[in-house]
């Protein structure tokens, strides 16, 4: 069994090393043993339909996920049946962190497109971090990164007027893409309008009217979802009072 498991090392590091969540799942340094005690703990390969439910709001909570291929929407449900997105989660991304807190996931997660996570079961990865201290800080400082990244946004969105929210929303998504070593300035929105306005707190209307001055103003080629940015750095002057206030 032993043999076997160390013929299976080297594939399982060049599969992850090809893998948008190698910065997440594969740590600099590990060992073969450290690698093989974490095999053993990440579920791989869990594929999901769009409009297939990861979890659901209320749901026990288990683990977190990180998304391997694909685009999940985050959401809420206010008293009266509204949703309410809260956020965006791409390939390198984890979700689920909310659910640490109070052992229940507090948001409805949905693939937007064909999907398919890693699945890290939380208590277990807890005990191997304890065994790996490396593994430990690595994946504290991820969540820290998520938990910033999210504060930060919101902190932008909330001091803004609706073509601001919108252009920071189409620079967001582009330095994260580009992260992950996709098209940063050419791109497809995997999310309808009606959920980019639902998460910036504007109306459908207003999300439709500013893309297509955005257009007009040669900023952006805008042909249904496909996104182009032409003048980056005229959507950055447009957010920068704000960001700077």
Known sequence: MTNKRNALLPSLREACSNCSLKELCLP???????MALLDDVIRQGHKLKRGDYLFRSGDAFKSLFAVRTGFFKTSVSSQDGREQVTGFHMSGEL???????????????????DSEVCELPFGRMESLGREIPSLQHHFFRLMSREIVHDQGLMLLLGNMKAEERLAAFLLNLSQRLAYRGFAANDFILRMSREQIGSFLGLKLETVSRTLSKFHQQGWISVDHKHIQLLAVSELKALISPCAHS
């Open 95 to 113: 979700m689920g962190l909310d659910g640490i807190a109070d052992s229940v996931y507090g948001c409805d997660a949905m693939a937007l497109e």
């Open 28 to 34: 600099i340094g590990l060992s073969d043993t450290e």
